[in-house]
């Protein structure tokens, strides 16, 4: 993480400390950016957590209670949570902060804004972190968390380009990659990268499931399908609220995929060994490449991680 002499913000709130709020908070409190983080949570445990973790400096329950004063406003919040926080916040006189978010699906937060704000001042910068932990909740903070990944910011039209280098910093002081694009860009980008392969590892172990001799074929699955299905054992109410969310980029993706894999269907049945190689071949080379990215960016990571314990280790 950057150092910062002089704080940027005077307040940042943060509402919502799970894995993600909760990592943002505690990588902006080090960061030296903000010369106070408070955090917003319903929970009681999670609000005492907060503080004697060293998360935030103060957590409070209600939006009122901070928000008011603050410059920036960071929501992790569910999403489909996010339009009754965002109604709740354009009832407060929020005096020009600037709002921002970690959803992972960004056009239904907009509109959301949108109609939420309609006649004030709407300062918001939609942002999604790529990055995340098997473990949940406020004691999973870490404050590198986001260290070489990336973070994808989507400016609106009317995004104040100094609202935009703001936030742009924040997650920059945090160790991130940050990228910008539009909204309707990162949500089909999302759509296949992300949300799509869920989507089919959620569906083919339930379609396996359902299935009379299900339990010979999980009997006799092997490491593979493990690894292929590892990721249906993620949280299903946030994957619900993400596919309903951002649906109709989902559907898009999945209609695209579809029409792939009828063409590989009937390559099969017409035993066009040439057009399956073909597959095969490509996929393995593209799948070596990204795993190529993704060792570089992982030993880049736990290069910076290592500095900064070391770091801590002497302070």
């Given at each position: 993480?950057?150092?910062?002499?002089?704080?940027?913000?005077?307040?940042?709130?943060?509402?919502?400390?799970?894995?993600?709020?909760?990592?943002?908070?505690?990588?902006?409190?080090?960061?030296?950016?903000?010369?106070?983080?408070?955090?917003?949570?319903?929970?009681?445990?999670?609000?005492?957590?907060?503080?004697?973790?060293?998360?935030?400096?103060?957590?409070?329950?209600?939006?009122?209670?901070?928000?008011?004063?603050?410059?920036?406003?960071?929501?992790?919040?569910?999403?489909?949570?996010?339009?009754?926080?965002?109604?709740?916040?354009?009832?407060?006189?929020?005096?020009?902060?600037?709002?921002?978010?970690?959803?992972?699906?960004?056009?239904?937060?907009?509109?959301?804004?949108?109609?939420?704000?309609?006649?004030?001042?709407?300062?918001?910068?939609?942002?999604?972190?790529?990055?995340?932990?098997?473990?949940?909740?406020?004691?999973?903070?870490?404050?590198?968390?986001?260290?070489?990944?990336?973070?994808?910011?989507?400016?609106?039209?009317?995004?104040?380009?100094?609202?935009?280098?703001?936030?742009?910093?924040?997650?920059?002081?945090?160790?991130?990659?940050?990228?910008?694009?539009?909204?309707?860009?990162?949500?089909?980008?999302?759509?296949?990268?992300?949300?799509?392969?869920?989507?089919?590892?959620?569906?083919?172990?339930?379609?396996?499931?359902?299935?009379?001799?299900?339990?010979?074929?999980?009997?006799?699955?092997?490491?593979?399908?493990?690894?292929?299905t590892r990721i249906a054992g993620?949280?299903?109410?946030?994957?619900?609220?993400?596919?309903?969310?951002?649906?109709?980029?989902?559907?898009?993706?999945?209609?695209?995929?579809?029409?792939?894999?009828?063409e590989l269907r009937g390559a099969?049945?017409?035993?066009?060994?040439?057009?399956?190689?073909?597959?095969?071949?490509?996929?393995?080379?593209?799948?070596?490449?990204?795993?190529?990215?993704?060792?570089?960016?992982?030993?880049?990571?736990?290069?910076?991680?290592?500095?900064?314990?070391?770091?801590?280790?002497?302070?």
């Open positions: 993480m950057a150092e910062v002499a002089t704080p940027l913000i005077e307040r940042l709130v943060v509402v919502g400390l799970g894995l993600i709020g909760g990592s943002f908070a505690k990588g902006a409190r080090a960061s030296g950016l903000c010369r106070e983080v408070v955090g917003i949570d319903r929970d009681p445990e999670t609000r005492r957590l907060a503080v004697e973790l060293g998360v935030v400096d103060r957590c409070v329950a209600e939006l009122a209670e901070a928000c008011p004063g603050a410059d920036v406003i960071q929501l992790a919040v569910p999403i489909l949570a996010m339009e009754r926080v965002l109604a709740e916040l354009a009832a407060l006189p929020l005096q020009g902060a600037i709002l921002t978010d970690v959803g992972s699906a960004k056009g239904n937060v907009v509109r959301a804004a949108r109609q939420a704000f309609a006649g004030q001042s709407l300062r918001f910068v939609p942002g999604h972190p790529i990055a995340g932990s098997e473990r949940s909740g406020v004691t999973a903070a870490n404050a590198a968390l986001f260290n070489r990944h990336k973070v994808i910011l989507t400016p609106l039209e009317e995004t104040l380009p100094a609202d935009l280098d703001k936030v742009d910093r924040l997650w920059r002081a945090i160790g991130a990659d940050v990228e910008h694009m539009t909204v309707e860009h990162h949500d089909q980008v999302l759509a296949a990268t992300s949300h799509l392969p869920h989507l089919l590892a959620f569906n083919l172990v339930d379609s396996l499931a359902k299935r009379s001799e299900n339990r010979e074929i999980f009997h006799y699955a092997a490491g593979g399908f493990r690894d292929f993620s949280d299903p109410t946030m994957w619900h609220d993400i596919f309903i969310a951002n649906r109709e980029a989902v559907l898009q993706a999945l209609d695209t995929y579809r029409a792939d894999l009828d099969i049945q017409a035993g066009d060994g040439q057009f399956l190689m073909e597959v095969l071949t490509h996929a393995r080379g593209a799948r070596e490449y990204f795993g190529r990215i993704l060792a570089s960016r992982t030993q880049a990571g736990a290069q910076v991680a290592a500095h900064h314990s070391l770091t801590e280790g002497h302070s």
